[in-house]
């Protein structure tokens, strides 16, 4: 029962451009959504993080956009930079539940010069 | 360091020996979190301890796993009778409170069962 999905396992993105990396879930209770980035043989770490009462938060080049009712979420990177080759997993949870976090399959970003 | 600590970085085991994955969280975090990536998977949910509660043990995927905890400080993991399907990288990460929000992961256990 796989909660939250990352269709797309591998994206490739020219430099300068914008990379877009979606995100599914199926559970509607999720109220608190997350982007960490993970970079080989290293821990993931945060990203951007985004409220179910909002449908945009933007931290610099990163935006993230949340559709609560295609219950769909997606992070933009403009403009797209070589150190932003990494594995990009998106996270979901319940705040006033059970807290864990519940993550994607992740997507494989390369940017190319 | 600053940053959460595990050990050993790589754990390399035959089949039906026990080991032991150790996690030190932040000083302070009150939330610890056991995850498992297989290859070309994604973060699998194993475990979550906060304070003093009873740890969250939904992702346990069999009696071979358990971990402990002693109050806010470091965690181990421990599997039983390993089997070659448990190779994995097991990620530990701490925050700061119950609410889930930014983890801190560490740089995870590679454990390999010949």
């Known amino acids: 029962d796989q909660q939250v999905k990352q269709n797309s396992p591998s994206l490739s993105v020219q430099e300068g451009r914008i990379s877009i990396l979606n995100c599914d879930y199926t559970?509607?209770?999720?109220?608190?959504f997350l982007w960490y980035k993970k970079y080989p043989a290293e821990g993931p770490t945060f990203l951007i993080s985004i409220s179910s009462i909002k449908d945009k938060n933007e931290d610099g080049r990163f935006t993230v956009f949340l559709n609560k009712s295609a219950k769909h979420l997606s992070l933009h990177i403009v403009p797209s930079q070589p150190g932003d080759s990494a594995v990009y997993f998106c996270?979901?949870?319940?705040?006033?539940?059970?807290?864990?976090?519940?993550f994607g399959q992740g997507t494989r970003l390369t940017i190319n010069p | 360091g600053a940053g959460v600590s595990q050990s050993p970085s790589n754990k390399v085991t035959e089949k039906g020996k026990d080991v032991e994955l150790r996690c030190d969280p932040i000083s302070g975090h009150t939330a610890l979190y056991w995850y498992r990536q297989r290859l070309g998977q994604g973060l699998e949910f194993l475990i979550y301890?906060?304070?003093?509660?009873?740890?969250?043990k939904s992702g346990l995927p069999s009696d071979r796993f358990s971990a402990e905890r002693t109050g806010e400080s470091v965690s181990t993991l421990t599997i039983q009778r390993t089997q070659q399907e448990d190779s994995a990288v097991y990620l530990c990460?701490?925050?700061?409170?119950?609410?889930?929000?930014?983890?801190?992961f560490g740089e995870g256990s590679r454990l390999t069962v010949l």
């Open positions: 559970n509607s209770m999720f109220d608190y």
């Open positions: 990460a701490s925050s700061l409170g119950p609410v889930a929000g930014e983890l801190f």
């Open positions: 301890f906060q304070g003093n509660s009873a740890p969250d």
């Open positions: 996270a979901a949870s319940l705040r006033g539940g059970a807290q864990k976090l519940v």
